[in-house]
């Protein structure tokens, strides 16, 4: 069992940054998954940037440019950077880790067994 638990998010201004982190228990074995995922009121959650542990980076369409993810290996640490924050941006955003099965799962939930409770982002004006 892979713990995982979020921490930051919470409110900022339009046009802002705002940087989630994430920390997560040891994977038990070599190749593995660590995506961000968010999830807007009534839809399902999307998978916006994953890293996979050789270092393969991936970001959907509609967050490229805005945002970074990045990791901290040695800490076991995942992180979000959003910048020029747009009411869009506002959702409850997971962090997940799983098995690295390929490019094409990186950004599917279903794919992800391992799941924080999620952090609220509110972006104000």
């Known amino acids: 069992q892979v713990q995982v638990a979020e921490c930051g998010g919470g409110s900022a201004q339009l046009g802002g940054s705002l940087r989630l982190s994430c920390a997560h228990s040891?994977?038990?074995?070599?190749?593995?998954?660590m995506g961000w995922f968010r999830q807007f009121i009534g839809k399902e959650r999307e998978g916006v940037a994953a890293?996979?542990?050789?270092?393969?980076?991936r970001y959907a369409d509609a967050v490229k440019g805005r945002f970074t993810i990045s990791r901290d290996t040695d800490k076991n640490m995942l992180y979000l950077q959003i910048d020029s924050l747009k009411p869009e941006d506002a959702a409850t955003y997971y962090c997940?880790?799983?098995?690295?099965?390929?490019?094409?799962?990186?950004?599917?939930?279903?794919?992800?067994?391992?799941w924080g409770q999620g952090n609220e982002v509110t972006v104000s004006s």
């Open positions: 040891e994977y038990p074995g070599r190749t593995y998954v």
């Open positions: 890293v996979t542990s050789g270092g393969t980076i």
């Open positions: 997940a880790v799983g098995r690295a099965t390929g490019w094409s799962s990186m950004l599917r939930s279903d794919d992800y067994p391992y």
